[in-house]
Structure formats: C-alpha cells, structure tokens
C-alpha cells in the first residue's frame, strides 16, 4: 500500500513539474517591456513567450521549428515556404552569459529555459544590446542659463568662459517594469572633463546607488571651469555601469564638446576682507585680477572709501597669455581700524572702456577698547582715593603732634583732592555717554 502511495507521489510531481522563474525583455524600436513568470523547467522559449503577456505571432520554419515573426505587432509577415520576411530587421535573441548578454546560438523556439533565466528579445539589425540602466532627461546650464545644445544623446555645451559654473541635471533609469521587482545594484556615475586643469583631467564621481525597478535616481553635479586655459574644445564624458540582480552588468557612455568661448577684453575682479577687526587694529583687504579676455590690458585699480580715509591707486598691466605670470595679479593691503562701525570699501579696475567693481564691508568693533578705556579710569580713580583715605586716617605715632604748617598743608590739599575726585567721575560719565552712542551708531 505504501508502495502505490510513493508512486502516486512521484507521478504528481513529475506532473507538476519543477517551477523555474523567467524574466523576459522585450525591446520594440520605442519602448522597452519586461515581465517575470513562472514556467516549467526544461520549457521551450516558445511555451515561455505563450504564457507570457506578450502577443507573439511565429511561423513555422521546415526542420527548425518556429520562428519568431512578430511581438505586439512588430515584425514582419510570414515568408512563403516557412520562416518570416527579412527587410535587414528581425527580432534577436540574447540570453545572460558571465555578467553580460549574449546573442543566442540556439533560435528562440529551440531554447530551453532554467530557473534564474534571463531572455532578452530585441527588434532591430542585430547589432545593438538592450540596456536596462539608462541615462535620461539631461539638461546642462552654463552660468545659470539652459544650454538647449545637449541632451542624453550627446552635443556641445556653448557659451562657456573661464570661470563659468557647469551643471547637469538628468536622471538614471532602472527600465525593468515594476512588476519584476529586478533591482539595480553597484551603480556608478563619474564625470571627466579632459585636458583642462593645466593639461589634468576633472573628475567628479557619485556614490554606489541602488535603484528599483521602474525607478529613477536623480543627480546633479557641477564643477567650476579653470579661470587660465586655452580657448578651444574640451571633452566631457559621462559614464555609468551596474548590474541587474542577475548579474548583467550595463555601461552607458556619453560624450560632450564643452565649447571655451573668451571675450576680447574680460577680466575677473576678486576681492575679500577681515569680517570684523577692533579699534585700532588694522584689516587685510586681498584683492586679485585675472585677464580671461583675448587682448593685453592696462588696468587702473582704485581701492577707496571716504568715511575711513582710504584710498590706493595702482597701474597694472595683464597679459593675455594665460601661461605668463602677469595674466594674474594678487596683493594685500591694509586698512587702518580707528572708529567703530560698518563702512565700505570700494575695489574698482577700469580697463579700456570696460569697469569691473566690487564693494566689501569692513566691520570695526570699539567695544573692547571703551571698556578697557574705563576700566582704566576707574583705576586711576580708586588708586587717588585711596591715597586721599591714607592721608586723612594716618595715625600719629607717639606724643608727636601735628604742626602748624602741616596742618595747614594737610588743609590745602584736602580740596584739591575732592575735586581731582568729581574731575575724574565726571569723566566716567561722560566715556560712558560716548559709549553709549557709538553702540548706536553700530547697531
């Protein structure tokens, strides 16, 4: 009885078969499907794709089986005598093989299929692989402005100086349908601008990602174009790779032209300061000058500011040539610190016809120097009061007594005192009063 029971067992099972898990793409000229399903091992490429979603249209082809015509209604007609029409496009057939996809030696029909399979069909000449990792909707901004030259298929990025702030913007795309649940793993971006910081390379890299299926990961990078550098074309390459969960890796590579485009005359003004300084103390104003533009120049540079009194002029020449040290000039200069506030400064450099300007703020604290100021006065101020309280107690040692004379001098001063004493307060009243209102002023 035991016996019938295992047989029966044995016999349901090799009935029901044992189940593998497919996952099948499907690339049409403008669109990319996918679904998972689960199928027989051992299943034909052809029971695979009837059981799938995918409405496929075959012909059988003498001594072959079928051949796979159409999917969805892509594709060709049947051909008379067997097989489908052939216009240079047909649907090829890849399958994974050690980390990449591989076209299939054995036709669609014929193939049979293992747990953990991943198919790949595609129409087209046969010369392109699907890519399901895939760089989409970039925008690159130069300064600010939307360059409408590129897109994810490559193009110059114009209007660029030295300088100038490149952005992109754009999205990577996992194009595995949700349904699947096919995640991409180790995904990686970097971004080279070639040849152009002092004949090195530019490199940005973003972080390993993971994104899921029917998901997108949004990235932003910018990078700061050199300010001494040839006028010409330069590089740009983006490239992105990872790997589906069945081990498939995906590379994209695009390529760019970043366009240097430099003025006749241009130059880039720079200027910084001490953000606060204290009365007395003096504050370091830097200023630099680079000629970007295409011509030699004479520049006036002019650092003033009427309500601390300062003022420098100064010829400078600039060559154009970016490797001659002249095409630069760098130097610090001092600015005396004597009353408290917020005051200006203004850097200006005219060259030509052309005025670049900046204006920085030198911000001067007193408050140090009032309080010290202060305390000093009321220093000075116990120290005679002390003195006045040691000549009136001091004690007469003995039976000495105190003359005529001294008494008459210890008399005379006396007032005096008193009144170094009122001097002295009235004088704390008044730095106080001051105190007060340069406060005012600052705020």
């Known amino acids: 009885m035991k016996q019938i029971i295992w047989v029966m067992m044995i016999l349901v099972l090799v009935g029901l078969g044992v189940a593998a898990e497919v996952c099948v793409v499907v690339e049409f000229p403008d669109k990319i499907e996918s679904e998972c399903l689960d199928v027989d091992e051992g299943s034909s490429g052809y029971e695979l794709l009837e059981k799938s979603g995918f409405s496929a249209f075959w012909n059988e082809y003498p001594g072959w089986g079928y051949m796979l015509c159409k999917i969805g209604g892509v594709g060709t007609e049947a051909a008379v005598g067997g097989g489908?029409?052939?216009?240079?496009?047909?649907?090829?057939?890849?399958?994974?093989?050690?980390?990449?996809?591989?076209?299939?030696?054995?036709?669609?029909?014929?193939?049979?299929?293992?747990?953990?399979?991943?198919?790949?069909?595609?129409?087209?000449?046969?010369?392109t692989i699907p890519v399901m990792l895939k760089i989409d909707n970039l925008k690159a901004y130069v300064d600010g402005h939307k360059d409408k030259n590129v897109d994810e298929t490559g193009g110059t990025i114009k209007d660029v100086r030295p300088g100038s702030i490149v952005k992109l913007k754009f999205d990577i795309k996992n194009l595995f349908d949700k349904d699947t649940d096919v995640e991409m793993e180790n995904v990686e971006l970097r971004v080279v601008l070639r040849d152009i910081d002092n004949g090195g390379d530019i490199e940005l890299e973003v972080e390993e990602?993971?994104?899921?299926?029917?998901?997108?990961?949004?990235?932003?990078?910018?990078?700061?174009?050199?300010?001494?550098?040839?006028?010409?074309?330069?590089?740009?390459?983006?490239?992105?790779?990872?790997?589906?969960?069945?081990?498939?890796?995906?590379?994209?590579?695009?390529?760019?032209?970043?366009?240097?485009?430099?003025?006749?005359?241009?130059?880039?003004?720079?200027?910084?300061?001490?953000?606060?300084?204290?009365?007395?103390?003096?504050?370091?104003?830097?200023?630099?000058?680079?000629?970007?533009?295409?011509?030699?120049?004479?520049?006036?540079?002019?650092?003033?500011?009427?309500?601390?009194?300062?003022?420098?002029?100064?010829?400078?020449?600039?060559?154009?040539?970016y490797k001659n040290e002249d095409n630069m000039f760098e130097k610090s200069y001092y600015v005396e610190a004597l009353v408290g506030g917020i005051f200006p400064i203004t850097v200006k450099a005219d060259y030509g016809s052309d005025t670049e300007q900046e204006v920085v703020y030198l911000n001067v604290s007193c408050e140090s120097a009032v309080v010290e100021g202060i305390d000093l006065l009321v220093q000075q101020h116990l120290d005679m009061a002390n003195i006045a309280a040691n000549v009136i107690v001091q004690p007469v040692s003995g039976n000495a007594e105190i003359t005529e004379s001294e008494e008459i001098e210890f008399e005379n001063m006396t007032p005096f005192l008193i009144v170094f004493s009122l001097v002295l307060l009235l004088l704390l009243v008044v730095v106080l009063i001051i105190f007060g209102f340069i406060k005012k002023m600052e705020l």
């Not at 240079?88 to 953990?116: K, R």
């Open 84 to 127: 489908c029409e052939y216009d240079g496009e047909y649907w090829a057939f890849y399958t994974a093989d050690n980390g990449e996809l591989e076209y299939s030696m054995v036709g669609l029909s014929s193939y049979e299929v293992n747990d953990g399979d991943l198919l790949v069909l595609s129409y087209g000449d046969g010369t």
């Open 209 to 321: 990602l993971s994104i899921s299926a029917d998901k997108e990961e949004e990235i932003e990078i910018e990078f700061e174009i050199p300010l001494q550098l040839k006028e010409k074309n330069y590089e740009l390459s983006i490239e992105l790779n990872g790997e589906d969960d069945f081990g498939v890796n995906y590379e994209q590579n695009l390529e760019f032209e970043v366009e240097l485009d430099k003025q006749t005359h241009e130059l880039l003004l720079f200027s910084d300061i001490d953000s606060m300084v204290e009365c007395g103390d003096t504050a370091k104003l830097d200023v630099e000058l680079v000629n970007i533009g295409k011509k030699d120049e004479d520049v006036s540079l002019l650092l003033y500011s009427d309500e601390l009194g300062f003022s420098v002029f100064e010829n400078i020449e600039l060559d154009s040539n």
